[in-house]
């Protein structure tokens, strides 16, 4: 599964057919070739050919049916009102993706490295007050966050510190 990590994108053409039989006129077809690699990644071989297909926050998402849904947590990136980048996290499988929408590399979360699960949690933790801090629990009890946990702080703080301009949103999450 370290593969979905990597956040690989491809530049793909859409094949447009048009519908027969008792299709609409007008009406049309769509296919998208997919590396062998990434239908292997997902668990999808010529034995196991039926995937779900949804749209969801602007992306289609293929997975093999049957499976458990996972937990995803959105989080956008702002610098004063300027969005950054959007974060997915899959809370499920450990995987992280981004959408960055600013080309200045010292402006994305990531820089222009793809995320792991471990630089995810890091850079969470980096938008939180250092847990070596002294008077933390203070700190924790003042804000009404019960124990060190970055998701709950960055929540009640929007991730904001005093030396920047950034702050992160908590936009959308699926039971998580």
Known sequence: MDYLNKNSKRLAKLIVNKSG?????GARTYRVTLP???VKVIGLDDNNRECEISLKDGGIFIRPAGIEDHELL????FENDTLLSEITADYTSHCVWTNDLTDD?????FGNALPTWEVYEDFLESRCMPRTRAGLKDYLDQIGVYEYEPLEIIRKT???????????EIVGSDQK
């Open 74 to 77: 959105k989080i956008r990136v």
């Open 158 to 168: 929007g991730g904001r510190m005093a030396e920047d301009y950034i702050r992160l």
């Open 36 to 38: 062998n690699k990434w």
């Open 21 to 25: 039989g008792t299709a609409a006129e």
């Open 105 to 109: 590399v010292i402006r994305k979360p």
